[in-house]
């Protein structure tokens, strides 16, 4: 809050300054080297003012894209992220359903294990 009293009110003293500087040579007197210098300053600091604003406003269009291209891909990312919760549960059920038949094969296995053994004892009694 200060420094911004104090830069408009060294602005406004040197505005004020410069203003008079104009008239002088408007009315054609001789200028000091340091009213020259004081004119040239002035000429370079509003110059480096306007190049300044641009830069800012190129600036802050450059933040307001990217802060959509990082809303755009935050968005992405839910939605990848919301993909991956499904093929997460679709992995899931098909890793049960793995499991299950595993389950299965091996229960088939037994009972085919059981009636070759049980064919091969009725054969061997009938041969015997």
């Keep these: 809050m200060v420094e911004t009293v104090a830069y408009s009110l060294v602005e406004k003293i040197v505005s004020d300054y410069v203003g008079k500087i104009v008239e002088k040579a408007s009315a054609g007197k001789r200028l000091?080297?340091?009213?020259?210098?004081?004119?040239?300053m002035d000429h370079i600091r509003s110059s480096i003012e306007g190049k300044m604003e641009g830069m800012r406003r190129d600036l802050e269009g450059k933040i307001g894209a990217l802060e959509a291209k990082i809303g755009t891909l935050e968005g992405r990312i839910e939605a990848i992220e919301a993909r991956m919760g499904a093929l997460e549960k679709r992995l899931e059920r098909v890793e049960s359903g793995l499991e299950s038949l595993r389950a299965d094969m091996s229960s088939l296995r037994d009972n085919v294990i059981n009636v070759l053994v049980a064919e091969l004892k009725r054969r061997m009694e009938r041969e015997v």
């Design 32 to 40: 000091s080297d340091w009213e020259v210098g004081i004119l040239m």
